[in-house]
């Protein structure tokens, strides 16, 4: 399975709303999850199940979708939210998870 | 508190071996399935290799199937990922990571910090 992210960059303003896709090339349900990596650090989990939030993530991220069309949605950005992030799906298994390439998010 | 700590990456000449460890705390190590995911320069994630957590039965990426080898240790808590016939192409950050169930991982709620694989002639 393909994950398709878009845009591949993003530049917000400080509270802009931030909409992040990620599109699979066949259906995974709900089994998708979101990722935050900032340079230099762990990759951090945001979201699993499509819409559930992770332990300790701020309620301005969100998830939503199904199927094969998936949305991060971060409400009022923060600076300290410039970071790369990755969707994966865990709905075909084995052979193994796919990540989509990356939407890197600048807040201006 | 649960952590990650990764270990093992150097430079490495086309052709050769390494051997990571990812040694876990803080939480009961064979409840859990643990992968390795890399990082290339410039690149994306990219799923390596998984195990469950009875270390029983290993799962490869494609691009390394038959060069890599992944085990796991529960009584010392540590999770090896044995590298052989190195190719420049592997040249990445590797990641270990935690997943949420024992039979597969599902997705990752903790990672480690990475150590860094690089080969080169």
């Known amino acids: 399975i393909v994950m398709t992210q878009s845009p591949v960059t993003l530049s917000v303003s400080p509270g802009e709303r931030a909409t992040l896709s990620c599109r699979a090339s066949?259906?995974?349900?709900?089994?998708v999850a979101w990722y935050q990596h900032k340079a230099g650090q762990a990759p951090r989990l945001l979201i699993y199940?499509?819409?559930t939030r992770a332990t300790g993530i701020p309620a301005r991220f969100s998830g939503s979708g199904s199927g094969t069309d998936f949305t991060l949605t971060i409400s009022s950005p923060q600076s300290e939210d410039s970071a790369v992030y990755y969707c994966?799906?865990?709905?075909?298994?084995?052979?193994?998870?796919?990540f989509g390439q990356g939407t890197k998010l600048e807040i201006k | 508190e649960e952590q990650l700590l990764e270990s093992g990456g150097e430079v490495v000449r086309p052709g050769g071996s390494l051997r990571l460890s990812c040694a876990a705390s803080?939480?009961?190590?064979?409840?859990?399935?643990m992968t390795w995911v890399r990082q290339a320069p410039g690149k994306g994630l990219e799923w390596v290799s998984s195990?469950?957590?009875?270390?029983?039965?290993?799962y490869y990426a494609d691009s390394v199937k038959g060069r890599f080898t992944l085990s796991r240790d529960n009584s010392k808590n540590t999770v090896y990922l044995q590298m052989n016939s190195l190719r420049v192409a592997d040249t990445a950050l590797y990641y270990c990571?935690?997943?949420?169930?024992?039979?597969?991982?599902?997705?990752?709620?903790?990672w480690g910090q990475g150590t860094r694989v690089t080969v080169s002639s």
């Open positions: 990571a935690k997943g949420v169930a024992t039979l597969a991982p599902d997705f990752f709620d903790m």
């Open positions: 803080g939480f009961t190590f064979s409840n859990y399935a």
């Open positions: 195990t469950t957590g009875s270390g029983r039965t290993t």
């Open positions: 066949q259906t995974v349900n709900t089994r």
């Open positions: 199940g499509a819409s």
């Open positions: 994966q799906q865990y709905h075909q298994w084995p052979p193994g998870y796919t």
